[in-house]
């Protein structure tokens, strides 16, 4: 068990130099996105949006945009070899390749960002078109993972300029509930979180609100170390995961080797009903981890009352978690991908504003049950 007494907060007062409205958008390079926009739409209840390829004068690229309440995905394919989106996906397999996150100003974000070390991936750009104009910029982050800022205040089409609407009025699921990115988690490697952490507290301006150390996040066989990065008004949160030693590999370590480096682990998506989400998304095929059955026997004299009935989640494998503001119910769901790398949490906040600590433990050994299964523990 956890002999940490606590979640350690620490206080970094700085000027917000980079004001972010939260997710713009989430883009992943895959081996096949017209499958992926396919898989989101009737999986995860997203709804056809824009798209740019050849027709749209793309020539290396095809982009599906799909949308669901706030949270917008792009699923992007190379439709040739020897590019770099074709390399990215040869080594990483299908994965996040940008985080993009909204703001007043991209020009601003990039001179704040790059003066203060970030590396430059794109500067400002202004691309436009008959719905008006939107500002990009970029930087790199940790592996091949980018951040791009969207300034597009003076923008009213459906997505961005090059893309054009897309959709079929004969396939439009229904959402399962879905409605923004409440986080979204980096692994990288051994003795690189502190110097992430860095760079998202100099570079971008976020605080460390949370530690947990390898004592919070072990199992018999495993360890992992995280912290969690938030940006000034608590938008945008990045938790940081790094593998720590045990008597067996970490999951972090399992991400690394098929990942071929560093990348986004899961993002989290939040729903008011996670009953009705998570119901939703089983009945339409997607595979979520479960806890053994013990793991309910306790529960509420470890969480205090809960509003939902316990029967539910029991049946569904919602785990539970509180902290001195409320609770959270969450679950996470299997890689959506054959390389054991990126999946999803579902997450339900009723006031908490922690990430499931006390969920840790039996949440790694389902995790390690799986590995095992890979031949990967
Ligand atoms: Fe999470």
């Not at 316990?310 to 390389?339: H, T």
């Amino acid at each position: 068990m956890s002999i940490a007494t606590a979640e350690k907060t620490t206080d970094v007062a700085q000027a917000d130099f980079l004001p972010l409205q939260g997710t713009d958008y989430v883009e992943f390079y895959v081996g096949n996105a017209k499958q992926a926009a396919h898989y989101y739409m009737s999986a995860f209840g997203f709804q056809a949006l824009a798209y740019a390829g050849p027709e749209t004068g793309v020539k290396d690229r095809a982009s599906y945009v799909v949308r669901q309440h706030k949270l917008t995905f792009v699923l992007t394919t190379p439709i040739r070899s020897g590019n770099p989106i074709a390399e990215h996906v040869y080594k990483h397999g299908d994965g996040v390749r940008f985080l993009a996150l909204r703001v007043d100003d991209a020009t601003s974000a990039w001179e704040e960002t790059t003066k203060r070390g970030g590396k430059s991936y794109l500067e400002p750009q202004r691309l436009t078109d008959d719905h008006g104009e939107v500002v990009v910029s970029g930087i790199h982050t940790y592996g091949d993972t980018v951040h791009l800022f969207i300034e597009r205040n003076n923008y009213s089409g459906p997505f961005m300029p090059g893309f054009r609407p897309w959709g079929n009025p004969h396939f439009a699921p229904a959402s399962t509930g879905l409605l923004y990115v409440d986080h979204c988690v980096g692994n990288v490697g051994w003795n690189q979180m502190n110097p992430w952490v860095k760079f998202y507290e100099e570079v971008m301006g976020f605080r460390n609100i949370l530690s947990f150390d390898d004592e919070d996040i072990s199992t018999e066989y495993s360890a992992l170390m995280s912290k969690v990065m938030s940006n000034g008004n608590g938008y945008v949160k990045f938790p940081i995961n790094e593998p720590a030693e045990g008597k067996r590999k970490s999951q972090v370590e399992e991400y690394l080797e098929f990942y071929d480096g560093e990348g986004v682990q899961h993002v989290a998506l939040a729903t008011n009903d996670i009953v009705g989400t998570v119901k939703d998304l089983m009945s339409r095929g997607v595979e979520f981890l479960k806890v053994p059955n013990s793991y309910y026997d306790d529960l509420l004299d470890r969480v205090g009352h809960i509003d939902e009935d316990l029967e539910p989640l029991k049946e569904l494998g919602i785990l539970v978690d509180s902290d001195n503001e409320g609770y959270l119910l969450q679950l996470f769901s299997k890689p959506v991908q054959d390389r054991p790398t990126l999946f999803f949490e579902i997450i339900q906040r009723k006031g908490a504003k922690s990430f499931g600590k006390g969920n840790f433990k039996a949440l790694f050994e389902a995790i390690e049950r799986e590995q095992a299964e890979r031949g990967n523990l």
